[in-house]
C-alpha cells in the first residue's frame, strides 16, 4: 500500500525560485494537510483541505499557497523561496468526519533554500 | 487558541529504563489526544490514541492515560529498547469539521544499550 507519497524527498534552492512539492494519498481521505517540521517547534500545519477545490490557511500560511484540483494530490508552492523557508515539509491525510481517526504522513521533503 | 506542550528533550535512558515524556495541553471542549512517533529518516506514524476522559491508549508496551483534571496525557513505557529510540509527539484533534492537529515540539529519545 502507497499510503501518502511526497515528491520530490529532497531539493535545494537558490533565494527567489519557485517550486511545487506534490503529495498524492490513495486511501480516498477528504482532508489532507502540508506542515512543516522545525527543530523545537513541532510541526506547524501551513495549509489544509477538507475537500476538492477548497483550501484555507494554517497557522503559518505566508509565502506558500496551495492547489487540490483533484481529491487524491494536494500541491503546496513556493513562488519566491527564502532561507527562512528551510525546513522539513510533511504532507497528512485524514478520513473526514470523526476527530480520532488516524492522520497518516508521508515521508518528508527536506528543502534547502540557499 | 488550542496548544500542546511536551517535556524538554532530549531524553537519553539505558536499555530497560523506564520512560515517561509529559504532555499537557490546552484545548475548548474534549479534544481526541494523540502520541505519533517519528523514526529517524521517516514521517510520522500513529503510536496510540485517547477520544475521551479515564481512555487508556496502548500499544507496542507504551500507554497513556487521558486525564481531564489535569488536561494531561503523559506517555509511559516500562522499559524501553534501543529501537525505541525516535521522535515522540503529542498531539490533539480539535472538534471542529476540519480535522486539524495540533502538534507538541516533539521529544527526541534515545535508548543505549
Known amino acids: 500500500n502507497a499510503g501518502v507519497t511526497q515528491t520530490p524527498k529532497f531539493r535545494v534552492l537558490k533565494t527567489g525560485q519557485s517550486m511545487t512539492l506534490l503529495c498524492a494519498q490513495d486511501m480516498n481521505h477528504e482532508y489532507m494537510y502540508w506542515y512543516r517540521q522545525d527543530p523545537g517547534m513541532g510541526l506547524r500545519l501551513i495549509h489544509y483541505s477538507v475537500g476538492e477545490g477548497t483550501t484555507a490557511k494554517g497557522e503559518v500560511p505566508d509565502g506558500y499557497n496551495v492547489s487540490r484540483l483533484k481529491k487524491q494530490n494536494f500541491l503546496l508552492g513556493l513562488e519566491s523561496a527564502a532561507p527562512s523557508q528551510t525546513s522539513v515539509y510533511f504532507c497528512?491525510?485524514?478520513?473526514?468526519?470523526?476527530?480520532?481517526?488516524?492522520?497518516?504522513f508521508g515521508q518528508g521533503t527536506r528543502l534547502t533554500v540557499v | 487558541g488550542d496548544s500542546v506542550t511536551q517535556m524538554e528533550g532530549p531524553v537519553t535512558l539505558s536499555e530497560e529504563a523506564f520512560l515517561t515524556i509529559n504532555c499537557t495541553y490546552t484545548a475548548t471542549g474534549y479534544p481526541s489526544l494523540f502520541w505519533y512517533v517519528q523514526y529517524p529518516g521517516e514521517g510520522l506514524q500513529l503510536l496510540l490514541k485517547?477520544?475521551?476522559?479515564?481512555d487508556k491508549g496502548s500499544n507496542k508496551g507504551f500507554e497513556a492515560t487521558y486525564r481531564k483534571e489535569t488536561t494531561s496525557f503523559h506517555l509511559e513505557k516500562g522499559s524501553v529498547q534501543v529501537s525505541d529510540s525516535a521522535v515522540y509527539f503529542c498531539?490533539?484533534?480539535?472538534?471542529?469539521?476540519?480535522?486539524?492537529?495540533?502538534f507538541g515540539q516533539g521529544t527526541t529519545l534515545q535508548v543505549k544499550p
Open positions: 497528512a491525510s485524514r478520513r473526514a468526519g470523526e476527530t480520532h481517526t488516524e492522520a497518516f
Open positions: 498531539a490533539l484533534s480539535d472538534r471542529s469539521n476540519t480535522g486539524k492537529l495540533i
Open positions: 485517547a477520544t475521551k476522559a479515564d
